[in-house]
């Protein structure tokens, strides 16, 4: 099949789109302007197993745009930002990142954008007009079930001696805006003592989710809170754990996405983002990827999370910044961790 005609059919399958869910992409001009500049270059901070899922997605949607992505890890990419913008050579069309306070300090670079279901969003996930909560991760406990025989129901069950002995596997709280959420959850919900309570327990400290996760499985550490997202794909390819959501709340953090006021494929950009933040944007990333969202109505949640019995707990976002650098001095002394 030619170009012409697979771009022949991509447009036709867009008029059979139901309407709901077109509008939410945006309107026949923006989709044909897109269609025109055929290409967005993406920045995140997001692992390439998490983003080249939403890419394809993406491009089963619209199959005339093509997607370069670019990633690196927080800090990095936000240097990385601000040397190409001081230089006048910024070249993201579309910049995603889990800080939201970092992502605050360079609001300068980016064009006004709200998608077209703006209004279905919790407003308490957003920190600025112009960033959106593209992708929302969710905390949750995890334990290995061919270890565990008598598995926590808590959050304040992981403080018990039963679990100590480096039984546990815990993220470092200076790890990122995630951990920084969840250590914020732990001691403003669960308890005003929980670091010192857990850290009696003598958890084994990791550096991110992803070696938690994969001593987790191997067994190295038999419990361990971790961001739904991140034991998502090995609860899918079989492996020994079990993952619930506590009846105290599931912590979240929602990253935040803009478009660059220098982008070349601003239309492309504006497509891609729309999509990303539509009820199917969502639905995928929540069905292929274990997130959560922050619209105020899920189109469907994770296996095991019910929004009856366990309550979203999103950080007051002027405490996240202010609290950020005192309390996690006390919980790198509290858990004997330096950086």
Request: aromatic share 10%.
């Amino acid at each position: 099949m030619g170009t012409a005609s697979k771009l022949t059919l991509a447009v036709l399958s867009l008029a059979t789109l139901a309407a709901p869910a077109a509008a939410q992409f945006g309107p026949p001009e923006l989709i044909e302007a897109a269609r025109r500049e055929g290409k967005l270059v993406f920045y995140s901070a997001q692992v390439a197993e998490s983003e080249l899922p939403v890419i394809n997605a993406f491009n089963k949607r619209f199959p005339f745009i093509k997607v370069e992505f670019l990633r690196a890890p927080g800090n990095q990419l936000i240097q990385r930002v601000k040397t190409e913008a001081a230089a006048g050579k910024l070249l993201a069309d579309v910049i995603d990142h889990s800080d939201r306070s970092l992502m605050l300090e360079i609001e300068n670079l980016f064009q006004d954008y709200k998608p077209p279901n703006a209004d279905d969003y919790i407003p308490e996930t957003r920190v600025s007009d112009k960033l959106w909560p593209r992708s929302t991760s969710v905390w949750a406990i995890a334990y290995n079930s061919e270890l565990v025989k008598n598995p926590p129901k808590t959050w304040m069950d992981l403080t018990k001696p039963e679990y100590g002995n480096k039984q546990i596997g815990q993220v470092v709280a200076p790890s990122g805006g995630t951990t920084w959420t969840r250590a914020m959850f732990e001691r403003q919900v669960v308890d005003p003592d929980y670091w010192k309570k857990q850290a009696a327990t003598t958890p084994l400290l990791f550096p991110s989710n992803a070696p938690t996760s994969d001593a987790l499985v191997r067994g190295e550490v038999v419990i361990a809170p971790l961001l739904y997202n991140a034991i998502f794909p090995k609860l899918r390819d079989g492996a020994p754990v079990k993952v619930f959501f506590a009846p105290e709340g599931a912590p979240i953090t929602p990253f935040s996405a803009g478009i660059t006021k220098t982008a070349a494929n601003p239309n492309a950009a504006k497509l891609f983002l729309n999509w990303c933040m539509s009820e199917e944007g969502q639905a995928m990333m929540i069905r292929e990827l274990g997130y959560l969202t922050s619209l105020k109505k899920a189109p469907l949640y994770p296996e095991g999370f019910d929004p009856a019995k366990v309550k979203v707990w999103i950080p007051n976002y002027e405490q996240f910044v202010k609290l950020q650098r005192e309390w996690l001095e006390e919980w790198n002394k509290t858990y004997g961790y330096r950086q």
